[in-house]
């Protein structure tokens, strides 16, 4: 009886085991589940880029970081999996040098020329770390979605491969973002569902520069109604429909907090952001008889007459 029991207990360990030992790996094996396509109304195009530390060049950085490269890859192929368009990072990089786009050394302009040259509706940056610990490795990747003309933030999720022995750090890399990836997704989608609604937000700041001589109150030469009449007026006509507010008027300052505009051209179909309707509002300023001059910040468009 005791040697009877003993054979039973060791048969049933013998079955159990393998379900508590299974590996990343054996879970990899497994028959995938058939990839979700997400049909979208518009879809928006997506490029996945690294996130570059302080003293890291992001035109080099895929050289030196091999988690980066298949970071970059996987994230790219999540998204085409469930029906998003991508832009490929490496690809629009290295036409970019080729071209000679980039004016300078500073990161953050050449991160904004980079998603400006892709064409890119949003942008997803990317950030990873892996870990090795006597109770398994792991990685973790850190995923930010933002809207490419403003900077807008969509979405953020962090994404935990869990702890494994054995598995390689692709695989650990690759459960990370499954594991974040649907969630941010959705988030992003709704956001930019919203957007193509509602429009994006900007905030619009028209001011004199001292010693200018035309004030808000005063018409242009040739013209019957005030220069902020008509700047409203241009508003009403070109801002996403007809959407604006004004926070607050004086002579020499207009403030708009709120100023929608679309997602895309009407006419040519192309991406349509804050620059676009910067240099439509100084055309205009500028056919009135005035100089002006244009600065873009983000989501925040600074005009300012600087004569007569």
Sequence with gaps: MMTRSWCTLAALLLVAQPLVTESLEAQATAAPAAPTRTTLPVQPRIMVIPRAKEGQDLRTLLDKELSLRIG????????????FSTVDFVARLKAA?????????????IKEQIIQFSGADIFVEIELSTTQSEQGNSSLVILGAYEASTGTSLANK????????????EQLIQRAIENSADELLNTMQAKFSAMLEEGRSILLDVSLKTGARTTFDDPPK?????????????????AFRNSYHLQGITKVRMLFDDVRLPLRDAKT?????TNQFGTGLAAYMRSLGLTVSRDVKGNTLLITVTAP
């Design 72 to 83: 970059l890859s996987k994230v790219k192929e999540a998204f085409d999996r469930r029906g």
């Design 97 to 109: 040098n080729e071209n000679g786009l980039f004016t300078g050394d500073n990161q953050s302009d």
């Design 158 to 169: 962090i994404g935990n491969s869990g702890k494994f022995f054995g598995a390689s750090e």
């Design 222 to 238: 040739g013209q019957d109604r005030s220069l902020a009449e008509l700047i409203e007026d241009w508003l009403s006509d070109n």
């Design 269 to 273: 179909g192309r991406s349509y952001g």
